[in-house]
């Protein structure tokens, strides 16, 4: 009697996954997977460039900044983020193009590499973007030699060329790391 019970419920239950089965047809059998690369988009004049998020640790609007005597001409001066003082530098003028002209999507980019924190000044943010792998690109944006150093690679998105921006080997640099003229 006991196994006639047993076999009832287990009956049932292969009932209900038969249905279940016969319903679950037309739904996708395989999901596909794609890799994707996740990074800070910004741009500088005409150029799109994306840098990896965990290079950038904040973004900010511009603050207002005490000049630093005797400074480079690509740095706008100090800024204190929350306690802190960070030094803001112009990235295009660093790079050795015009100074950027403060507009309403003009942003700084705060990183911190190798225990230093500094902000960088950018044309304009253009939010996080997302890159499958099979979009990352053989092809180098056309950028100046200057700037064409610290990009480890690209993406390509539709027309779109994104140059990937390395903030840690910029931290490296030495001419990055000397805020102060000598003259």
């Known amino acids: 009697m006991s196994a006639v019970r047993s076999q009832e419920p287990f009956a ?33 004049g005409d150029q799109r460039l994306v840098s990896p998020t965990d290079e950038v640790l904040e973004i900010l609007k511009f603050p207002s900044l005490t000049r630093v005597p005797s400074a480079l001409s690509w740095v706008k001066g100090i800024a204190n983020i929350r306690g802190s003082l960070v030094p803001v530098m112009d990235l295009k003028a660093f ?22 924190t500094s902000g960088l000044l950018v044309d304009e943010v253009l939010g996080m973007r997302h ?53």
Do not use: C, H
């Open 131 to 183: 890159f499958f792998e099979e979009e990352r690109s053989d092809q180098s944006p056309e950028v100046s030699p200057n700037l064409a150093v610290y990009l480890t690679g690209a993406f390509k998105q539709g027309n779109d060329i994104w140059g990937i921006f390395d903030m840690r080997n910029l931290a490296k640099s030495p001419r990055f790391m000397e805020v102060a003229s000598r003259g």
């Open 95 to 116: 790079l050795g193009e015009e100074p950027i002209k403060l507009q309403r999507e003009s942003r700084v980019l705060v990183i911190q590499q190798g225990g230093f």
């Open 12 to 44: 049932l239950l292969r009932d209900i996954e038969t249905r279940s089965q016969q319903k679950a047809r037309g739904l996708p059998q395989k999901t596909e997977v794609r890799r994707t690369w996740s990074g800070i988009g910004f741009r500088l």
